[in-house]
């Protein structure tokens, strides 16, 4: 597998980690949420244990989303959510120079960011990102985790209302954090949708030319 592949890959197979605590970040992208212990109608699922077949991955952005603001709700201090956010930082795998491009920058974020979208043979969107701010790394990492390898819908139907219970921030600079998820977010989406557009446009073309 090259480079690229690899960098699309890596973070969505941390995911399906055994949801037993784990402190150590890089051996478990996602810890187990509270919800686990004190279950909530939600996303109290996310205790059982998952696969990674084609079927189990369609359900899985929205217990990823429920496993991330839970892990975030259990640290009580604004610096030890920054922390957890920088240790997220340290396991996104780098872009490659050749995606660090004008076209590829996140607009509106204070940091450079840079997002690549695909779409995979499956018809899944794939994402990799990268910046020049640990912070905003971050941020790309947990959304990457979130909704790599997910349905084209899935990943249109997030929502910035679904971020906000993770309340990573501190005094000063907390609306920059929220620009941030939202600008990556939406660029994400955007993405997905004109990748969306374009395969089926071409999927009309193909169905008219052989008509």
Request: aromatic share 4%; glycine share 4%; with cysteine.
């Amino acid at each position: 597998m090259n480079s690229a592949s690899s960098y699309f890959l890596r973070i969505p197979s941390q995911l399906l980690q055994n949801p037993n605590p784990n402190p150590n970040p890089s051996r478990s992208f996602l810890r187990a949420p509270k919800c686990a212990q004190n279950p909530n109608p939600s996303c109290a699922a996310i205790a059982e244990t998952t696969s990674s077949s084609a079927a189990t991955a369609a359900e899985l952005p929205r217990k990823k989303i429920c496993r991330l603001v839970a892990e975030f709700r259990s640290l009580p201090k604004p610096v030890e959510r920054v922390k957890r956010l920088l240790d997220y930082a340290g396991i996104l795998p780098p872009l490659a120079d050749s995606d660090r491009v004008p076209e590829s920058r996140v607009t509106g974020c204070t940091a450079q960011v840079w997002l690549v979208v695909r779409m995979d043979g499956e018809g899944r969107m794939r994402f990799a990102a990268d910046s020049d701010s640990e912070i905003a790394k971050g941020f790309c990492s947990c959304l990457i985790g979130v909704l790599d390898g997910a349905e084209p819908e899935e990943v249109l139907r997030l929502r910035m209302e679904e971020l906000e219970a993770l309340n990573v921030g501190l005094p000063g600079r907390v609306q920059s954090r929220v620009n941030t998820w939202h600008n990556v977010l939406i660029s994400m989406q955007k993405r997905t949708k004109a990748i969306v557009t374009e395969r089926d446009e071409r999927e009309r073309k193909t169905c008219r030319s052989s008509a």
